[in-house]
């Protein structure tokens, strides 16, 4: 037992001191790290290409719209760094002397026994391919997904990446994704409400501010007409509540009502048109008392 051991000891020692193990793990070190960096390089490559290749598109006449050439171009930036170092580590596997056949068939099986676990992970898979191809929302979108509103980051073919205003960044599998609403595809309408006294004549109102809405337009690029005064909205406790509408390009119309509200403040004040405040009347305890004498003295004069 004793020279078994002695033996295989010896054996040990003997290999780690071959010259041709050293000269093997170093060969294999090097065939590894070259094969990093090759597979680097073709990803960067692939990608600048993958970038030029959108940018000439984008001169030509035929093109697709400015979203979906941004989601496709992180979709295929996304497929090429998959494709490239999936295939950097089967060959870094068959330097280690792995049998990657064998492992590919094992895989392909393994896989099969594992999809029908993996629904969800199809489903995701799946229903990312329709975003994709029927342009549901693309990078850059402001969207609205159940719970969650904000622009799009990234739409893979698994997950869809939202960050909110407030700067969270959701994270949601495409499978779960039933509903959407899409701010960022068509025009959007700002609409303001302006209170004015009823002490105020509301022609005179209106005339002024039909004045300042028809010069918005070349003030502000964001709106697409000009703005339009729809008339008297409310009758409020205290004002006279008007309304003004205006088409902006998509997610502007926030920006454009807090200029319009800016715009109309300045040119009430300016044709000296008062806009309501809350009013506290208040009466003392005497000169309430005094009032009931006096309405009490009233009465008994008349009787």
Known sequence: MSTFRSNMLDSMWNTLTSEETWFAI????????????????????????????????????????????????????????????FVAILNILSILNFNVKGLIAGAGVL?????????NLVRDVISGFFII???????????????????????????????????????????????????SIHNSMAVVDVSIAYEENIEEAEKALEELLGTLQDKYE???????????????????????????????????????RKEVKLCLDENGIEIPFPRLVMYSRSEQEEAVAHKKNENVSRG
């Open 26 to 85: 170093g060969k294999g070190t090097f065939k590894i790290i070259v094969t990093m960096i090759l597979a680097a390089i073709v990803v960067k490559v692939a990608k600048a290409a993958v970038r030029n290749f959108f940018h000439l598109r984008s001169k030509a006449p035929l093109r697709y719209s400015e979203r979906r050439e941004t989601t496709l171009l992180k979709l295929m930036e996304n497929v090429i760094s998959y494709v490239v170092y």
């Open 111 to 119: 896989g099969l026994a594992v999809g029908f676990g993996a629904q």
């Open 222 to 260: 964001e709106i697409v007409a000009p703005p339009t005064l729809l008339g008297v909205q409310n009758l409020a406790a205290s004002d006279v509540i008007l309304r003004i509408a205006a088409e902006t390009t998509p997610m502007n119309h926030w920006y454009i009502a807090r200029m319009i």
């Open 133 to 183: 191809f029927e342009d549901q929302f693309s990078v850059g979108d402001f969207v609205r997904i159940g719970n969650f509103e904000g622009t799009v980051q990234e739409i893979g073919l698994r997950t869809t990446k939202i960050k909110q205003w407030t700067g969270e960044l959701h994270i949601l599998p495409n499978g779960s994704i039933t509903e959407v609403t899409n701010f």
